[in-house]
């Protein structure tokens, strides 16, 4: 039995919900079944009088949204809702673009300690054909804790080894890998060798001499740009599936995501791109500021990898990396925030807590609601599809009970190109499990 329709409340008020894939036992409620991806949309639907956090324009006070065939169509303050449609009286809510966890490694791994679950790396050193996209398990009990929060979109990155391989920009709802992919192969993820000496002046780096990481980087991309050439040649070289990776990041289709920590390595990782002529993303970026000039210059992008963590220097103050993204902002480097952090995929559902932070620390908060949606689209080259709310973008939303960025507020509904999204998880079904125990005890 399905349930289509349900209830839900706003500030005590009880308030219509699509709540699709929600699977009750023959007798009593069990939840143990995994979550029924949500089903196309097939009427339009409206959700009315709520606050709208557009992110591209003006927050829209007491505005409605509509959505058709899974695009956004109108919003507004004044808008016309079509004949037959569902509509949700979300009054005293909040609607949001999907959150974007830029990096991590959501559906590659399961439980750190568990290495049977963990396929987030590839055996090797040189690895840019493998796809992190195709090792994606879509039934992982990580996704559906992290929508449940309003992350609707990650980042899927391969790590281990010095290139690991291509990212993909998932959608956290669906059967398959195909349904989930948004965005295949979104960057090459290069773990940017650890540089012992840098040049002073100018800001720009030489590669220090000898480093034995370094010479492999110049040597795999000298073998593909060789490989590139000859297959314009009446005899084309063999195939070579790493080196015919490597050919659309050299035509810039591809950006190279490269993590760098320190400025030695910022500055190494962009002169590398400079030279070469590729598309370069910071990913960490803890030194970003001392390499302002040249990431300003070169139009360089960086994703900070966590605001929650320890400064990555004894000398630095305590609030280091908290106030990052608000020195980021003030330099005008583009930035966005993703989760990182010891405990892989698990950690995702913490992404606006660490945008909470960074405002809690200087960064205004509509830069901080930014910072997780419509920045992290724009770096990934996804903003005409995803990280607003705009007519002619996916329906890839949620509507919370209050500010996102507060860790009160709950997700109750949420869809994601129109679908509506069950957002039960395990943790749900574990607090219901627990609170019949309890009552039954009393």
Not at 70 to 83: D, Y
Not at 258 to 272: G, H, L, N
Not at 294 to 308: D, F, H, N, T
Request: net charge neutral.
């Amino acid at each position: 039995m399905v349930l289509a329709i349900g209830t839900r409340r706003f500030s005590g008020k009880v308030l219509p919900a699509v709540c699709v894939g929600c699977v009750l036992g023959l007798v009593s409620i069990t939840w143990a079944s995994d979550q029924i991806p949500g089903a196309q949309q097939d009427k339009p639907i409206a959700i009315v009088n709520a606050t709208l956090h557009t992110v591209k324009g003006n927050t829209i006070e007491s505005g409605s949204i509509v959505f058709r065939a899974g695009k956004i169509v109108e919003l507004g303050q004044s808008v016309t809702i079509p004949e037959g449609a569902l509509q949700i009286d979300a009054a005293g809510g909040h609607v949001y673009p999907g959150l974007i966890d830029p990096q991590s490694i959501i559906g590659l791994t399961e439980v750190d300690s568990v290495r049977a679950t963990v396929d987030a790396r590839e055996t090797g050193t040189i690895n840019p054909n493998v796809r992190a996209v195709a090792a994606v398990n879509p039934d992982s009990e990580l996704i559906p804790t992290a929508r449940a929060n309003g992350v609707l979109l990650a980042v899927s990155a391969p790590e281990g080894g010095l290139i690991s391989g291509r990212s993909a920009m998932l959608m956290l709802d669906g059967w398959t890998w195909e349904d989930m992919t948004l965005q295949a192969d979104t960057g090459m993820q290069i773990a940017w060798p650890r540089i012992a000496s840098t040049t002073a002046g100018r800001g720009e780096a030489r590669e220090a001499a000898g480093d034995p990481e370094l010479k492999v980087l110049e040597e795999t991309f000298d073998q593909a740009e060789r490989y590139r050439a000859g297959l314009q040649s009446p005899t084309p070289p063999p195939f070579d599936a790493r080196l015919a990776a490597l050919v659309p990041v050299l035509e810039r289709k591809i950006p190279v995501v490269a993590s760098a920590f320190r400025a030695p390595q910022i500055r190494s990782a962009v002169a590398f791109a400079k030279h070469r002529g590729l598309k370069l993303i910071i990913y960490g970026g803890y030194e970003a500021l001392e390499c302002q000039e040249i990431l300003l210059a070169e139009k360089i992008p960086v994703i900070v990898a966590g605001v929650y963590r320890l400064p990555a220097r004894r000398d630095l103050p305590y609030d280091d990396a908290y106030t990052l993204p608000a020195r980021l902002a003030a330099a005008g480097i583009p930035f966005c925030i993703a989760t990182a952090g010891r405990f892989g995929g698990s950690t995702l559902r913490n992404l606006p807590y660490h945008a909470a932070t960074a405002s809690a620390y200087g960064l205004e908060p509509a830069a901080a609601l930014r910072a997780i949606t419509l920045s992290s689209a724009e770096i990934f080259g996804v903003q005409d599809r995803v990280g607003a709310l705009a007519p002619g973008l996916d329906a890839t939303l949620f509507i919370a009970d209050g500010d996102i960025l507060e860790t009160p507020t709950q997700v109750t509904h949420a869809f994601m190109q129109g679908r509506a999204v069950d957002l039960s998880s395990k943790h749900t079904q574990l607090y219901k499990k627990y609170s019949q125990k309890y009552e039954r005890m009393k």
